[in-house]
């Protein structure tokens, strides 16, 4: 019995003795990989350099470093964890540690990959699920070229993107179209939206400060902003704090620029055979014996100097971006010049597990000196026809500018340069503040409070003894105000969810945004001689003051379906109702949806056997979008205050200005969309085609009234119109070189886009009016059938050799009833009038090629339009041989003599023949422009790395280093109604017009980067 129960013992004690043991192996073996353990090593590219500033973090935390000046890391990471290092430019890579306390990891440059985040309106999604027109250039496609203004950066870099340089003064801002015009009488600027805000000072962007765009080209991604997404949207991304150490960039910059071309012009001895040719009146040869070039004396070699510095970094909790800019630009021309500071703080802040604040903040000042231009008396019209018999300074009035002799009330350019001296001050802020709860999982409701306010002042002052027209108002002071404010608040839910193969998100929002404006302009005269005080309130003559104001808002309901089945069906539906107060009750509510699908087609099972394609995915989409980008009364009946004359006495009163309509409503754009994405060799070369037809319908247009209704103008505004835009996108990126020393990338693209007007109910619009000589010129037209753009003259079959005269072709004549009978009746006049040109280019493309190898980089950017007409009206001034103005140098080759074959007609004092707009003045707009040169090259880390320098880098780069191009005017690249303070109808329909365009110049830059 005692051995049963020896043996019994026994045996529990071993069995208890057992599971101690293996318990407590369990439990060491456990520790091994439950406890945390430092890991160090290093991180290289392929090409053997270390890489400073490499994410390392514990995969699914946020607990991380950041590899150090020579490329080493250390991290604390649970034994069985698995760490990731990610880098800008290179491909994220997940490694085991598996308990392993070294490791070394060698990164692979990045392919343009189908996993990349991309930027959507109010969220982001995979690119590789994106199923409508999407464009994104990121900030390292930005780099090498050190643009002082946004716009100009994104010339040529995405298909269906034209950007339009509305002067090259340094302040000059820049007109966007995507995919072509969609309105006549409305704004047909893109959408522009920074940090979910919108932006309406486009100017004051500070480029560096710049994470990516994104482009929304169809509507069925621009749907979800409803009203505001007919010309197509542009996201702005800035750059954000990381949790990583800090890092302070330094960037500085000198900028050297010239006219890249001059023109040929008469010298005084050529003048004077042509001023006795013409008959002037007599003049005193030897007191006017100038021999002036008026382009060396006003243009000059400029120089701008630009200052960037910004601190980025964060930990698990906090992340910051900060940046500070100084720029000082001067232009070609003198007492041309701008100043500009840009602050800008973005702050991420994690609350809790569930609850994340951030802001983006920036604040702009900017100050500039412009010169006229695109007018009869703009600086660059009046150096290619100023008479070079005169100098600077009167001879016989010192402190007065020296007139044309001829034209006594035409001073010569330092004039128009100097006269009047006018300064314009801008202050902006703009930024938003925002809140992130995470509701549930996958449950995440986010508020936003946006904000951009603005305020200028325009200052101006004629001087009462420099000018003729000074003189005669004894000295002129104006003085204009203005201040705008935008308010925009956005509450949103996001939902996502993934149940076995079907991955789909829900968003869901409310928006409602108000803005005003209010603009006070003054001015006065009569200053005594004096200019002691120059301003408003000492002229003796007080102008009346004029105000204007407006005030508008908006408030819209927003909804997207995204969804996905088993990576290979997409579907994505936007819906945003939208209510505006610019309509009645009656239209004030719009309904914008959309949808759009996308067929992955090399997941599918027959496409397995497919070699050396990655990728291929086919999209069609359709939306709906609006524009109520127009004047907010326009459906109000408004007045006018007027006097008349009325037993003997003035009686003031109102008279009727508009009609009411309340039947109006917005202008729509419906717009189809097919495209394809492929992606080869390993996704080395990635190509994309989009084809789209868009048709905007429920124009706005001044439709003609019976002049019996007492309307000014005998119009009224009406919904009545239609066009359409339609074309093909290419886009080809390639990665040629990928791997060792030597890396080449390259990037095309190239757009086709022709337009029509479908229907203007049967009226013709006559637009882009110029007055070069006294007499007022419609250069385009828009009529049924037409392209928007069409230039409007008539036909010049060349010059007489008989009598010298211009021979213009007889076309067309007129019945006793008025009509066109379409045959010639013997006599030149308006009914011989027809379409002479067009100014829309057939396509637009634009050739990066970027190299880097070693410490070296080159990049190269080609930018180019072809088939494009531009009408060059500064021909009208300088060939036209009719009144006192110097000339082009074209002109020594005019007709002299009966017999002589020219295409310069004869020289006709006060005679207009010359001046008609016609094909004599249509060129051929087409050109190829070198557009930029970046060489850089980065000193190696085992020099800056004894100066605590993580990157140290100089470059010099070139901007329009060469033009190719048959236009005879300084710079092909003009449109004399893009700029802001035109109309919307010139801006739409007469582009390419060049009446003394401010040309681009020819910049060299040398610059420094350094990252501590």
Request: hydrophobic share 35%.
């Amino acid at each position: 019995m005692k051995n049963k129960l020896l043996f019994k013992t026994r045996s529990v004690l071993q069995k208890r003795i057992l599971w101690i043991t293996t318990i407590l192996i369990l439990v060491a073996h456990l520790g091994v990989y439950a406890q945390n353990i430092t890991v160090k090593g290093l991180v290289k590219d392929a090409g053997g350099s270390t890489l400073p500033g490499v994410n390392v973090v514990v995969k699914n935390t946020t607990s991380g470093n950041t590899t150090n000046i020579d490329g080493n890391y250390s991290i604390l990471v649970p034994a069985d964890g698995t760490i990731v290092f990610s880098f800008v430019g290179f491909e994220t890579q997940e490694v085991a540690v598996g308990g392993r306390t070294t490791i070394n990891v060698t990164l692979q440059e990045s392919i343009k990959s189908l996993s990349e985040v991309v930027v959507i309106g109010y969220g982001t999604q995979m690119k590789k699920d994106v199923t409508g027109a999407v464009s994104v250039i990121s900030s390292k496609e930005l780099e090498d070229r050190p643009n002082t203004q946004f716009g100009y950066s994104l010339e040529g870099k995405a298909a269906g993107v034209q950007v339009i340089r509305s002067s090259g003064q340094p302040q000059a801002g820049f007109s966007i179209k995507v995919r072509g015009t969609s309105s006549i009488t409305s704004g047909s600027e893109p959408l522009y939206i920074v940090d979910g805000v919108q932006t309406y000072n486009t100017n004051e962007i500070n480029p560096a400060d710049i994470e990516s765009f994104t482009v929304l080209k169809d509507a069925s991604s621009a749907a979800i902003y409803g009203s505001s997404g007919s010309n197509g949207v542009i996201l702005i991304t800035t750059k954000r704090g990381k949790n990583q150490k800090t890092k302070v960039d330094f960037n500085t910059s000198l900028m050297t620029s010239k006219a890249w071309k001059k023109m040929s012009v008469l010298n005084s001895s050529e003048f004077k055979d042509l001023a006795t040719e013409l008959g002037l009146q007599e003049i005193d040869w030897d007191v006017y014996n100038a021999n002036t070039n008026w382009q060396d004396e006003i243009f000059r070699n400029a120089i701008t100097k630009n200052y960037q510095l910004s601190v980025t970094g964060g930990n698990e909790n906090t992340n910051y971006y900060i940046s500070g800019s100084l720029v000082n630009q001067e232009g070609i021309v003198l007492n041309n010049s701008v100043d500009r500071a840009t602050f800008k703080v973005n702050l991420d802040h994690t609350v809790s597990d569930f609850f994340k604040v951030g802001t983006s903040l920036s604040y702009d000042k900017w100050s500039d000196v412009s010169v006229s231009e695109n007018n009869r008396n703009g600086v660059i019209t009046r150096l290619l026809t100023a008479v070079p018999i005169i100098g600077i300074w009167d001879k016989e009035n010192p402190d007065q500018y020296a007139v044309n002799p001829f034209i006594p009330d035409l001073e010569n350019p330092y004039s128009t340069v100097y006269q009047p001296d006018q300064v314009y001050n801008h202050n902006r802020f703009h930024g938003n503040v925002f809140g992130e709860v995470s509701i549930l999982p996958n449950l995440k409701f986010k508020s936003l409070l946006g904000l951009e306010h603005s305020n200028g002042i325009y200052t101006s002052f004629q001087n009462p003894s420099q000018t003729s027209y000074g003189r005669s108002m004894d000295g002129l002071a104006s003085e204009s105000d203005s201040e705008f404010n935008y308010w925009v608040a956005e509450n949103t839910l996001n939902y996502t969810q993934k149940v076995d193969q079907h991955d789909f998100s829900l968003l869901a929002g409310f928006v409602a945004s108000k803005e005003n404006a209010r603009t006070v302009d003054i001015s006065s005269h009569g200053f005594g001689g004096s200019t002691a005080i120059t301003t408003v309130t000492a002229g003796t003559v007080q102008g009346v003051p004029q105000v204007s104001v407006y005030d508008k808002s908006h408030a819209a309901f927003i909804a997207r379906l995204n969804y996905a089945f088993n990576d290979k069906y997409l579907l994505t539906s936007n819906f945003r109702a939208d209510g505006s107060g610019q309509f009645s009750s009656d239209n004030r509510w719009g309904y914008f949806p959309s949808f759009s699908a996308g067929w992955r087609i090399s997941s599918e099972s027959f496409f397995k056997n497919v070699k050396n394609i990655n990728d291929l995915k086919l999209r069609v989409g359709w939306g709906l979008v609006g524009n109520d980008n127009a004047n907010p009364y326009a459906w109000y009946g408004l007045v006018s205050p007027a006097a008349y004359i009325f037993g003997g006495g003035v009686v003031n009163a109102y008279l009727p200005n508009t009609l009411e309509n309340s039947a109006l409503r917005w202008e729509k754009t419906a717009q189809f969309n097919i495209g394809l994405d492929i992606a080869f060799l390993d996704s080395r070369i990635t190509f994309t085609t989009d084809y789209y037809n868009k048709k905007t319908s429920d124009l706005l247009l001044y439709v003609p009234i019976p002049a019996s209704v007492g309307i000014p103008g005998n119009t009224a505004l009406q919904n009545a119109g239609s066009l359409q835009n339609k074309g093909f996108e290419f886009q080809i990126g390639s990665r040629n070189i990928v791997k060792g020393d030597l890396k080449w990338n390259t990037d095309f693209n190239i757009s086709f886009n022709k337009s029509e007007v479908l229907d203007i109910v049967g009226t013709t619009i006559h637009s882009g009016a110029i007055n070069p000589a006294g007499t007022t010129y419609n250069l385009t037209y828009v009529k049924e059938g037409l392209p928007l753009g069409s230039f409007y003259g008539l036909i010049s079959d060349g010059v007489d050799p008989a009598t010298g005269n211009i021979i213009y072709r007889d076309i067309n004549g007129l019945d006793e009833a008025g009509n066109l009978t379409g045959q010639p009746d013997g006599a030149i006049d308006d009914s011989d009038k027809t379409v002479i040109g067009n100014a829309n280019p057939d396509f637009i493309y634009g050739l990066s090629n970027s190299l880097s190898y070693k410490n070296f980089t080159l990049d190269v950017f080609i930018q180019g339009v072809q088939g494009n007409d531009i009408f060059n009206a500064t021909k009208i001034l300088s060939e036209s041989m009719r009144l006192g103005m110097n000339q082009s140098a074209a002109v020594v080759d005019r007709w002299k003599n009966p017999g002589d074959i020219t295409d310069i007609p004869r020289a006709i004092k006060d005679d207009v023949s010359n001046s008609e707009v016609s094909s004599r003045y249509i060129e051929n707009g087409s050109y190829l422009r070198l557009k930029s040169v970046t060489l850089g090259y980065s000193l190696p880390k085992s020099v800056i790395s004894k100066l605590r320098i993580s990157r140290l880098m100089v470059y010099v780069t070139s901007e329009n280093l060469l033009t190719f191009t048959k236009y005879s005017g300084f710079d092909p690249e003009v449109s004399a109604f893009s700029a802001s303070n035109q109309d919307n109808t010139s801006k739409n329909t007469a582009p390419g017009v060049d009446f003394g365009t401010y040309p681009q110049s020819r910049d060299f830059v040398f610059g420094l980067n350094v990252t501590f």
